[in-house]
């Protein structure tokens, strides 16, 4: 199935027009949603002459999860862990799903993240994206990609009355300058979009650019703004340990050839040096929060520190509550690792420690495990 849409799009110093079409659309078990795109764009260089760039990505609908915060240590695992206890866990992951809230995942960089984090798909170093092109989805493609996603999702029988949007997969929100106007471009024209999230690495944004989780506490400040579509903030930090987390975000790169044989020169400190610190962070979400209560807004969004977990995942209590990040400013969300490799995996009694831990300390802990039909692997 194909459809063509042209979208013309003004930049600062080129014309440039891409045309994006729909290659194909999977409808998947329990209500997924895959939708695979090409876009094709054209450029003029310096001297004239047009350009033609081509972009493969995906974006996917996907039913929402329900009853996955602060569960008992043994339900948790049990939800964590069910994608290795065959059809017992396909049972109890089935309690777990929501087909009356779905969330359509959009990519912010056509086909490739900017960054390198371990067994991730998306990863600029992955294998499978060698020579792969990517680019910063604009307002107006996003414009596209909502529109038509939300259509193909209605003719595919999905209930989009209560939709949320999550930028994931090639979706980082740091490097892309133009998460505000997407936002701005949502709320007055997706009236049935309920929710909408950012989420990042958290790297050192580009030279006088906000963060994203400064632009998220910028627009809730902003009087205009009236709380709905409800705008939430995740950061993927993966350890509390600062040398762990950097090795974590930029383990392929670190890991690739061309690092490995000496022919580039980038080590666990240059990866560090690209990431903002754990203690800023903590800060800006501390603003997120505080931006809400000066709203006077009833229900506070707390932003979410997010680990996939391994084997080797530190969670330090006490380095949580030392950056700033504590109960009334952060929930802790946990995902295992995307690893097919058994010995990466983080084991039930490290696990549950863990959780134990987190909850003791009194922060809320949400489970986000893979979806039984994998579709967020698959966009980007």
Known sequence: MKEFFEVNIGLANKDKIATININETLPLPDKNLLLKWYQEDIEKDQEGEEKKKDYYYATAIMPGYENVRNLSSEEAWKVFNYKNTGEEGQRVMASHINNNSPTLLLPLQAGVCPYNCKACP???????????????????????LIQQSLKQAEENNIDISNIGISFVGS?????????????????????NVLRVRFSTVAANPPAGRLTPMQVVAKIISDPNYRGQPEISMQVSVHNTDENERAAYVFDQKLHSPEVLSGEINFTVEDAKEKL????????????????????????????????????????????????????????????????????????????????????????????????????ELKTG
Request: proline letters at 6%.
């Open 122 to 144: 998306f990863a600029r170093n992955f294998p499978a994206n060698e020579g792969k092109k990517t680019k910063m989805i604009g307002v107006q493609e996003a414009r596209v």
């Open 171 to 191: 979706g980082d929100a740091t490097p892309n300058p133009y998460l505000e106007e997407i936002f701005q471009m949502i709320t007055t024209e997706f009236p």
């Open 276 to 375: 903002l610190p754990l203690n800023k962070v903590a800060l800006q979400f501390e603003q997120i929060v505080e931006a809400q209560r000066k709203r006077g807004f009833e229900k506070i969004r707390k932003p979410t520190l997010t680990f996939v977990c391994t084997k080797d995942t530190k969670i330090d209590i006490e380095a949580l509550k030392n950056y700033g990040f504590n109960k009334e400013n952060t929930v802790i969300q946990l995902r295992p690792i995307l690893s097919e490799d058994s010995k990466d995996c983080m084991s039930e009694e490290i696990f549950s420690s863990l959780y134990n831990k987190l909850g003791f300390a009194g922060y809320d802990v949400v489970l986000m495990p893979v979806s039984p039909s994998g579709v």
